[in-house]
């Protein structure tokens, strides 16, 4: 069984507990391992075809890493600072330089200002909240591309429900499947999570478990438990190899409408799971062992850091999708480790936050650059919202201290590398407060409309829900200009 830890602190809604979830390992030649091969593979045989066009940039990418800063950084001591705005806006940090004349950054972030040569900052994030002021319904628009069915006066949602739309690596796994024993999709450090929603907006919904992320929810940072991808003790490759000749002779003589039912190429699904298990690709990759201190030291010893670098070794073994998550929940306590800085906004962010993520996103970029992964790997950076330009005020109902900032979806900055994203550059911009994009609004759809669209799928591709009703499998235009 994998441990995963929860995080307590003061939240929105008050103080929670501690919270404990565990997840069932993947059992050798389990059904979870080997249905999750078939209903992928029986999927991706029945997808639509993707019906775009193409153009500059359509299918440069063949992985994505998406850093979800879950908990909504602050655009304005991050990305897009106000020098010039009044002080109950532009805040206690300073702007500084950048490798790239014109385009400056906070001083909490002085080691990306040396590698913004490698990426593109969309400073026109936005859109109108309907129901969405809160963490859990905007971190679900942000992943599926649709807004909640039902969001409560406090801005939550339900528990996880199979009618849920797929979050955006679900969709990706199942329409562009992997050729090699490898696992397409994983998330990491910890699930999505306010108060006690916990993962919503982060599994595969209405496709079916087998879509779901591998969740490897244990800090990077420490030993990783690995059982569910390696050999049990008493188990010799030679009796596991006997145990799959075993399960072919029996699958061979189902009668043969028990066979349709229970699924006519099953061998070939157990092969999947066989090769994956015996050939430690995936072990190898989650192990941090392999990495010189000097390396692990470049993107810092913490749970982030680590994640990062686990990212880049994921992706170099042949992962299509990895989601490295905030290692806290989205309304944690900003003196430890939330981006939900209404009580205390500044020495969280100076403090803590914003060194763990300097350090961590440098070193990816220029690390992934480096090894030329950059070239096919589409790197993405960005919460579900920004926070308020102002300073002690309340535009979500919560409560804020004369220095803490609230929920502000108007206007926020993502972070787009890679995939052949023009370097050194600005997308959109902001008006001289931080509130509303002055040019370029993008839509959070619009941002994952364009992730589909990096690795050769279609965004406005007809899907079927649960109930066999046809949905676009996003509403969102792609962001062309990036490629300018």
Request: aromatic share 8%; with cysteine.
């Amino acid at each position: 069984m994998l441990v995963i830890p929860g995080q307590s602190g003061h939240t929105c809604d008050g103080p929670t507990r501690r919270e404990f979830l565990r997840v069932g390992s993947l059992g050798i030649f389990g059904i979870s391992l080997s249905q999750t091969l078939a209903l992928r593979d029986a999927h991706a045989a029945t997808a639509p075809v993707d019906t775009l066009a193409g153009g500059k940039g359509f299918g440069s990418a063949r992985s994505v890493i998406l850093l979800f800063l879950q908990g909504g950084p602050s655009h304005i001591d991050i990305w897009d600072p106000k020098p010039d705005a009044p002080s109950n806006i532009r805040g206690e940090f300073g702007a500084i330089d950048t490798k790239i004349p014109g385009i400056r950054l906070s001083e909490t972030m002085p080691l990306l200002a040396d590698h913004v040569d490698k990426c593109t900052l969309i400073r026109s994030m936005s859109y109108t909240p309907k129901g969405l002021f809160n963490h859990t319904a905007a971190i679900y628009q942000m992943l599926t591309g649709y807004p909640p069915d039902r969001v409560s006066p406090s801005g939550q949602l339900e528990p996880p429900t199979p009618a849920d739309f797929p979050t955006a690596g679900s969709h990706i796994s199942r329409l562009k499947p992997l050729d090699d024993a490898m696992l397409p999709f994983v998330e990491m450090p910890r699930p999505l999570q306010e108060s006690n929603v916990i993962g919503k907006g982060g599994a595969a919904g209405f496709l079916g478990k087998a879509y779901d992320p591998y969740r490897l929810y244990q800090d990077p940072n420490q030993p990783i438990e690995l059982s569910d991808l390696e050999l049990r003790e008493e188990t010799s490759p030679e009796r596991l190899a006997g145990r799959f000749e075993l399960r072919k002779g029996l699958n061979a003589s189902l009668p043969e409408l028990e066979k349709a039912v229970a699924d006519s190429a099953l061998d070939e699904y157990y092969e999947k799971a066989y090769d994956l298990v015996l050939s430690g690709k995936a072990r190898q990759a989650f192990d941090l062992s392999n990495e010189s201190d000097e390396m692990r030291e470049r993107y810092g010893k913490n749970t982030f850091g680590q994640g990062a670098l686990m990212a880049r070794r994921l992706i170099e073994a042949g992962t299509r999708f990895v989601q490295l998550n905030w290692p806290a929940v989205a309304n944690g306590n900003p003196e430890v480790d939330s981006w939900d800085t209404h009580a205390a906004n500044f020495g969280p962010l100076k403090n803590l936050h914003c060194p763990v993520l300097d350090r961590a996103l440098s070193a990816l970029l220029s690390d992934m650059d480096d090894r030329g992964l950059l070239d096919e790997t589409l790197v993405v950076a960005v919460g579900e919202f920004g926070r308020s330009p102002r300073l002690g005020v309340s535009t979500s109902g919560n409560s804020n201290s004369p220095d803490g900032r609230d929920h502000w979806p108007y206007c926020y900055t993502a972070l787009v590398a890679g995939a052949g994203v023009s370097r050194g550059q600005l997308y959109g911009e902001s008006d001289e407060t931080g509130s509303a994009p002055r040019e370029k609004p993008v839509h959070p759809n619009d941002l994952l409309a364009t992730v589909y669209y990096t690795l050769g799928i279609d965004p406005a591709m007809e899907i079927l829900n649960h109930l066999d009703q046809p949905r676009e499998l996003v509403k969102g235009e792609v962001i062309r200009g990036l490629w300018a």
